[in-house]
T-cell receptor, first 113, second 115 residues
Framework: AQSVTQLDSHVSVSEGTPVLLRCNYS??????LFWYVQHPNKGLQLLLK??????LVKGINGFEAEFKKSETSFHLTKPSAHMSDAAEYFC???????????FGSGTRLQVQP | EAQVTQNPRYLITVTGKKLTVTCSQN?????MSWYRQDPGLGLRQIYY???????DKGDVPEGYKVSRKEKRNFPLILESPSPNQTSLYFC??????????????FGPGTRLTVL
């Protein structure tokens, strides 16, 4: 069995300040982990993924995430928020088995000017 | 352009009137799935298909049917829609059946309202 907990349903930051979106997971297997972003009225787009290679993963638009097995975490960070980062972010875990993906409940990121 | 398409994008219907939401991908992907998105719940998988004529239930399959007669198409069928099926629906595909490390490609979504 696998599950994902996104610790914050809403995060608000000022433009130019760092972003931290928190994600904890549980999995019976060695997981693959993803972050997807959903802009308003759009589909989901892959930001980055961890698949048991380097624990620090770099994604698109300056985002990165660090896989910490001891803490079962996969937090998403960005050094400096931009207005265009305002969106909903989903942490996703995938393990062995055929159902592929389990989604977290999402974190809505607001960026204030 | 590689993409997943869904139709219709918006649909308002009444309880009990059968409907089909189509999904098509042009990437020759083997794995396709349907999700519904509800506020505070993230995306939950309804059904998935590992290849032609191979389908299986996801986490919330009640009230839905699917078929996979061709590799590119994976329609979602609501035989007798009810108001609790009002939701935002996404179709997704990935290259391989297991999909555990593959990137999922999502369609633009279908917003369904059942009155």
């Amino acid at each position: 069995a696998q599950s994902v907990t996104q610790l914050d349903s809403h995060v608000s930051v000022s433009e130019g300040t760092p972003v931290l979106l928190r994600c904890n997971y549980s999995s019976s297997y060695s997981p693959s982990l993803f972050w997807y972003v959903q802009h308003p009225n759009k589909g989901l787009q892959l930001l980055l993924k961890y698949t048991s290679a380097a624990t620090l993963v770099k994604g698109i638009n300056g985002f990165e995430a660090e896989f910490k097995k001891s803490e079962t975490s996969f937090h998403l960070t960005k050094p400096s928020a931009h207005m265009s980062d305002a969106a909903e972010y989903f942490c996703v875990v995938s393990g062995a088995g055929r159902r592929a993906l389990t989604f977290g409940s999402g974190t809505r990121l607001q960026v204030q000017p | 352009e590689a993409q997943v398409t869904q139709n219709p994008r918006y649909l308002i219907t009444v309880t009990g009137k059968k409907l089909t939401v189509t999904c098509s991908q042009n990437m020759n992907h083997e794995y396709m799935s349907w999700y519904r998105q509800d506020p505070g719940l993230g995306l939950r998988q309804i059904y998935y298909s590992m290849n032609v004529e191979v389908t299986d239930k996801g986490d919330v399959p009640e009230g839905y049917k699917v078929s996979r007669k061709e590799k590119r198409n994976f329609p979602l069928i609501l035989e007798s829609p009810s108001p609790n099926q009002t939701s935002l629906y996404f179709c997704a595909s990935s290259l391989t059946p297991r999909g555990s490390t593959d990137t999922q490609y999502f369609g633009p979504g279908t917003r369904l309202t059942v009155l």
